[in-house]
T-cell receptor, first 112, second 113 residues
Framework: EDQVTQSPEALRLQEGESSSLNCSYTVSGLRGLFWYRQDPGKGPEFLFT???AGEEKEKERLKATLTKKESFLHITAPKPEDSATYLCAVQARRGSQGNLIFGKGTKLSVKP | KAGVTQTPRYLIKTRGQQVTLSCSPISGHRSVSWYQQTPGQGLQFLFE???????NKGNFPGRFSGRQFSNSRSEMNVSTLELGDSALYLC????????????FGQGTRLTVV
């Protein structure tokens, strides 16, 4: 069964304290792995897509990496505005079906 | 470029009623997917439509249904509402089915009382 597990469930950081979020997955053929950011009461905001092991993507203070079993979202010198829930999702290589399988997310709080 | 638009943003319904939610995808996107988000289960896939055809369906009862129009706009319907249907319903649009990033709307918050 395709599955996505994110850890930790919650993470509290001081402003400037770098850390990483983990996304472990099992899927029968990975088409793509996606990272989203979600603020309370809003829809997920697209951050990155990773397609193959070894791939990396960066955007401002965020860097996403991918291996054959997991992905990491590295946050460098975070600011309070980075506080949000970060969601990881995978898309299986199964025909042309487009559904995403989501993890439960990591709730990040960055204190000034 | 306008994003994904979902209406209404908030709904309160009574058990047993039915509800219809609407989603307008990003211009040019032909795939629309629907997800249910609850605190306990997270984001769960409901169904996907592409070119007015249902391409994929999640593990939800038949009370949940949807459709897509020729302009790619989509609606989802929930009949005989139950308290457990209270959730944030999210719509996502993609250029193609299964081959591109999905962009989400702000969601419709449904409360069943």
């Amino acid at each position: 069964e395709d599955q996505v597990t994110q850890s930790p469930e919650a993470l509290r950081l001081q402003e400037g304290e770098s850390s990483s979020l983990n996304c472990s997955y099992t899927v029968s053929g990975l088409r793509g792995l996606f990272w989203y950011r979600q603020d309370p009461g809003k829809g997920p905001e697209f951050l990155f897509t990773l397609y193959s092991a070894g791939e990396e993507k960066e955007k401002e203070r965020l860097k996403a990496t991918l291996t054959k079993k997991e992905s990491f979202l590295h946050i460098t010198a975070p600011k309070p505005e980075d506080s949000a829930t970060y969601l990881c999702a995978v898309q299986a290589r199964r025909g042309s079906q487009g559904n995403l399988i989501f993890g439960k997310g990591t709730k990040l709080s960055v204190k000034p | 470029k306008a994003g994904v638009t979902q209406t209404p943003r908030y709904l309160i319904k009574t058990r047993g009623q039915q509800v219809t939610l609407s989603c307008s995808p990003i211009s040019g996107h032909r795939s629309v997917s629907w997800y249910q988000q609850t605190p306990g289960q997270g984001l769960q896939f409901l169904f996907e439509y592409f070119s007015e055809t249902q391409r994929n369906k999640g593990n939800f009862p038949g009370r949940f249904s949807g459709r897509q129009f020729s302009n790619s706009r989509s609606e989802m319907n929930v009949s005989t509402l139950e308290l457990g249907d209270s959730a944030l319903y999210l719509c996502a649009s993609s250029l193609e089915s299964g081959r591109s990033e999905a962009f989400f709307g702000q969601g419709t918050r449904l409360t069943v009382v």
